[in-house]
Nanobody, 119 residues
């Protein structure tokens, strides 16, 4: 199993940047594919971006392509989400998730971190 703790959220003006971090427990972090999801008020949780176990295989939602960048440091058991050119519609709770290495489904979730973008 893996436990995930997000940090780095906050309030930022439109056009600004934030970097989210997701720290994972467990010695097998490098075997998990990781993803970021978000949930805005009154909306369903949606996929933002994912990254493979080695740092390759990234996949971005169209809404964040060219603005967000995911990376990971397996030595630090951490995955990052650099968010640039933020828009008010990026306001949401951002969740980090890890896939089960056998089912490849997102099985482990963090508690979320709030990102608020003011106009």
């Amino acid at each position: 199993q893996v436990q995930l703790v997000e940090s780095g959220g906050g309030l930022v003006q439109a056009g600004g940047s934030l970097r989210l971090s997701c720290a994972a427990s467990g010695r097998t972090f490098s075997t998990y594919s990781m993803g970021w999801f978000r949930q805005a008020p009154g909306k369903e949780r949606e996929f933002v971006v994912s990254i493979g176990w080695s740092g390759g295989g990234t996949n971005y939602a169209d809404s964040v392509k060219g603005r967000f960048n995911i990376s990971r440091d397996n030595a630090k058991n951490t995955v990052y989400l650099q968010m640039n050119s933020l828009k008010p519609e990026d306001t949401a709770i951002y969740y980090c998730a890890a896939t089960d290495p056998t089912t490849f489904r997102y099985a482990y979730w963090g508690q979320g971190t709030q990102v608020t973008v003011s106009s």
